[in-house]
């Protein structure tokens, strides 16, 4: 017996490897591909240097430029591995932390004003956290979809999801094209005209997270009376001293209540003959296996009671979230493939982003399923299915204009494509600095909201009465509470020197960042990439001149300064700005002011596309 159990052993240790290092899987993938260019009689696009991978893979793994001690360094190392070494070294830094936060606030609309009082800082940090951590995204979207309790709670974060969207339908429909990649918005008001979804469909999918809502003022009920009895104090007090009472308040009870009764009512104007108004609808899903829901009330006894109500809370919120991620929902794995595809490469494989449907394979079924296989294997682990990316050949084959290819073109690669605006200004950042990634945090970052809810958690109905009367006012309240937050954040350095993912709305960096493009995050995918004037005018008039081409402090600057040869100093700048040697032709622009060159190169279409 002991034979069989040791070949037992071998199969396992095999398995276990492949699984243990992703890059097994890349071949994978060119396997596919190759096949498909050869039935296409179609050339392999040529390998780039090892100029072009460096810039790429640090535009792509942690959102901005080398660099030129990084650039220098990868090119001087003359290792056979040393792509596969860098690609480790960049989805483990905390450069990709940064970049990749990007990513999924956008996704996740990760919103830096929010109605009534939601503040996204916690939210905010949550998913920082779950990028530094790797948290495996089918984790990530089940704790999102399940979230509940107090919205400031340091590590609570996840309920900022439901309080950033204060229409419960809306955010439905808004899940399940971020998370499954399809739009149903449409049923929310009638059949969808080009899908088989239905308006009775939508509800019964709506039923899984009824009465789930934000609430700002609830109290324990020990609490109530003296609410109440100590709210009169204030009575005769200052209009600022009120507010700053309830406001504080607010910050120490606002949650996330109810998880779901598993029963929506149809709306009052419903007009269809499946159906009638304010009729009673039991849970169902789109697609695939019904999960298990325990209900506490029948459906009949619930169509007895008013309109407005709709049985009580059973947690369906759960089983919606268990349906979503499932490994057998065929939707949630594809759109996650499809997003990072598209993310990685510049364009969808499998379909429209937020446009898919149950049939959508892409142009490349056979690459799709491959992919699928992968992100399942590696148990949506998404650096590990980035490192399969990275490390394909397709990857780092040369990039194409999608416009001059043929109809029939295999995608066998990235297309060149604008960089998001957070990628611009982190760019211009690792011109300024030797370390741009030195003041990524690595830990929790308080802000006023969640250090106030600490500070509060033991804070009597009348103690919040006392520190309204003698604190700090209305308009100096949440000063206060950020400056004290800013004191606890110890690894974040000088503001001057943060990334594009640390700023909020209050700072000009953010400010930059929202006229070069970055996404509002109001609505799902909705970062601009499109040049426009005052983009253009923003770059070529004063911006670029006082951060770095003429900032003594800037790290390039004190760089160049050492070399006394100019040639040398000339392809300094254009190691450093565009991530190569200068051409021969361009050689002869030597002879102009070395500031003249590095506005032109910054300014330049090259500069702000990733090749």
């Known amino acids: 017996m002991k034979i069989p159990f040791i070949i037992f052993l071998l199969i396992l240790s095999v398995t276990t490897s492949a699984v243990a290092d992703p890059r097994a899987h890349a071949p994978e993938v060119d396997q596919i591909m190759a096949a498909e260019l050869k039935k296409l009689g179609q050339d392999a696009r040529p390998k780039i240097d090892d100029y072009t991978f460096c810039r790429r893979l640090y535009l792509d793994a942690i959102g901005?430029?080398?660099?030129?001690?990084?650039?220098?360094?990868?090119?001087?190392?003359?290792?056979?591995?040393?792509?596969?070494?860098?690609?480790?070294?960049?989805?483990?830094?905390?450069?990709?932390?940064?970049?990749?936060?990007?990513?999924?606030?956008?996704?996740?609309?990760?919103?830096?004003?929010?109605?009534?009082?939601?503040?996204?800082?916690?939210?905010?940090?949550?998913?920082?956290?779950?990028?530094?951590?790797?948290?495996?995204?089918?984790?990530?979207?089940?704790?999102?979809?399940?979230?509940?309790?107090?919205?400031?709670?340091?590590?609570?974060?996840?309920?900022?999801?439901?309080?950033?969207?204060?229409?419960?339908?809306?955010?439905?429909?808004?899940?399940?094209?971020?998370?499954?990649?399809?739009?149903?918005?449409?049923?929310?008001?009638?059949?969808?005209?080009?899908?088989?979804?239905?308006?009775?469909?939508?509800?019964?999918?709506?039923?899984?997270?009824?009465?789930?809502?934000?609430?700002?003022?609830?109290?324990p009920a020990d609490e109530k009376e003296k609410f109440a009895k100590d709210r009169k104090?204030?009575?005769?007090?200052?209009?600022?001293?009120?507010?700053?009472?309830?406001?504080?308040?607010?910050?120490?009870?606002?949650?996330?209540?109810?998880?779901?009764?598993?029963?929506?009512?149809?709306?009052?104007?419903?007009?269809?003959?499946?159906?009638?108004?304010?009729?009673?609808?039991?849970?169902?899903?789109?697609?695939?296996?019904?999960?298990?829901?325990?209900?506490?009330?029948?459906?009949?006894?619930?169509?007895?009671?008013?309109n407005k109500q709709f049985g009580p809370q059973i947690n369906s919120r759960k089983s919606l979230a268990n349906w979503?991620?499932?490994?057998?929902?065929?939707?949630?794995?594809?759109?996650?493939?499809?997003?990072?595809?598209?993310?990685?490469?510049?364009?969808?494989?499998?379909?429209?982003?937020?446009?898919?449907?149950?049939?959508?394979?892409?142009?490349?079924?056979?690459?799709?399923?491959?992919l699928v296989e992968i992100m399942k294997v590696t148990d949506y682990d998404i650096k590990a299915f980035l490192t399969v990316l990275f490390n394909s050949r397709a990857y780092q084959s040369k990039s194409l204009a999608l416009k001059a290819t043929p109809p029939a073109y295999v995608l066998d690669g990235p297309i060149v494509r604008r960089l998001p605006a957070e990628v611009i200004v982190d760019s211009i950042l690792s011109l300024r600095t030797k370390d741009p990634d030195a003041s990524v945090a690595t830990k929790f970052r308080w802000d006023g909201f969640t250090h106030f809810y600490e500070k509060s958690r033991n804070m009597t109905v009348k103690d919040f009465v006392d520190y309204s009367i003698a604190g700090p006012g209305r308009a100096k309240f949440q000063r206060r509470e950020e400056k004290e937050a800013k004191e606890r954040n110890r690894d974040l350095g000088p503001k001057s020197l943060w990334r594009a993912s640390a700023y909020t709305h209050n700072d000009g960096q953010y400010l930059a960042s929202i006229l070069l493009g970055q996404s509002t995050?109001?609505?799902?995918?909705?970062?601009?990439?499109?040049?426009?004037?005052?983009?253009?005018?923003?770059?070529?008039?004063?911006?670029l001149e006082g951060h770095v081409i003429r900032n003594p402090t800037a790290y390039l600057n004190q760089k160049i300064r050492h070399e006394t040869d100019r040639a040398k100093r000339m392809e300094m700048i254009w190691k450093a700005v565009l991530g190569r040697l200068p051409k021969p032709s361009e050689r002869a622009l030597f002879k102009h002011k070395q500031a003249d060159i590095m506005w032109a190169l910054l300014n330049s279409n090259e500069f702000k596309f990733v090749r």
């Open 64 to 219: 901005r430029i080398p660099t030129l001690d990084e650039l220098d360094q990868f090119i001087a190392d003359k290792r056979v591995d040393k792509r596969a070494r860098l690609i480790d070294n960049l989805l483990n830094s905390k450069g990709y932390n940064s970049h990749w936060y990007n990513y999924w606030a956008d996704l996740l609309r990760v919103k830096y004003v929010g109605d009534k009082l939601h503040h996204p800082g916690n939210y905010s940090e949550w998913v920082k956290e779950a990028v530094r951590t790797n948290k495996p995204y089918n984790k990530i979207v089940y704790e999102l979809v399940n979230a509940n309790g107090n919205l400031y709670k340091p590590g609570n974060g996840a309920t900022g999801f439901y309080a950033r969207e204060p229409m419960a339908l809306d955010h439905l429909a808004n899940s399940v094209k971020t998370f499954l990649g399809m739009s149903i918005e449409c049923a929310q008001c009638h059949d969808h005209p080009f899908d088989d979804w239905t308006q009775l469909d939508f509800y019964k999918l709506a039923a899984f997270t009824s009465k789930t809502y934000l609430r700002v003022d609830p109290l």
């Open 324 to 370: 979503m991620t499932s490994r057998e929902n065929p939707m949630f794995t594809k759109a996650t493939v499809n997003r990072l595809w598209h993310r990685v490469m510049g364009t969808e494989l499998v379909g429209p982003i937020g446009g898919l449907d149950l049939d959508s394979t892409g142009d490349h079924p056979e690459l799709t399923e491959k």
């Open 233 to 306: 104090i204030l009575k005769n007090k200052s209009f600022d001293e009120w507010i700053v009472f309830r406001e504080s308040l607010r910050v120490k009870h606002a949650s996330i209540y109810g998880n779901g009764t598993g029963y929506s009512r149809l709306p009052h104007d419903y007009e269809y003959n499946d159906g009638k108004p304010h009729e009673v609808m039991e849970a169902d899903v789109l697609f695939g296996s019904m999960p298990v829901i325990h209900y506490k009330m029948p459906k009949g006894k619930v169509e007895k009671l008013n």
């Open 521 to 543: 995050r109001d609505l799902i995918d909705s970062a601009n990439t499109q040049p426009d004037i005052p983009q253009i005018l923003y770059l070529m008039n004063g911006h």
